[in-house]
Structure formats: C-alpha cells, structure tokens
C-alpha cells in the first residue's frame, strides 16, 4: 500500500509539472515546426555565420606581419662586404 501512495503522488507530481511547463511556455499552442526550433541552435548558427564572416574579412598576412614586426631585424640593403676597389 505504501508502494501505490508513492506511486500515485509521484505521477501527480509529474502531471503538475507538466501542466506548469505547458502553461507557462509562450507558443504552447503554436504548432511544432521544424524549421524553426525553439532552441538556442538557431541563434548558435547565426553567431557561427557572423564569426564566419569575419574570419573571411581577416587578411592572414597583415595579422603575422603585425605580429612578427617587433622581432624582425632591421633589414640591411647595404652589402656586408665591401666591394673591391680598383
């Protein structure tokens, strides 16, 4: 008997919930469509497309040129021998 009473209060628990997650939804009696989930994968595909974007605007070389100047020596355009004079 004491089997059945937490039986039945635990399905009455869940039918509560389940009420209360129904009535509190916004488009509870909207209709399901698939094309438009109401996830957060929507919003998750948009912000990988913006960062795509912008990944295509960023040019590789300026980013390791600006990245790599402090390093760089000065460049010599002089020889570092001398020629031979005549």
Do not use: K, W
């Not at 040129?65 to 020889?79: C, F, G, K």
Request: proline fraction near 10%.
């Amino acid at each position: 008997m004491r089997y059945l009473l937490l039986v039945g209060l635990l399905c009455i628990a869940i039918a509560l919930d389940l009420a209360l997650f129904v009535s509190a939804s916004d488009d509870a009696f909207e209709p399901f469509d698939p094309l438009r989930p109401a996830t957060l994968l929507p919003i998750v595909a948009g912000r990988l497309h913006t960062l795509e974007a912008q990944v295509r605007s960023l040019d590789a070389r300026d980013i390791f040129n600006v990245l790599v100047a402090p390093y760089r020596e000065p460049a010599q355009h002089e020889s570092p021998t001398q020629p031979p004079s005549r």
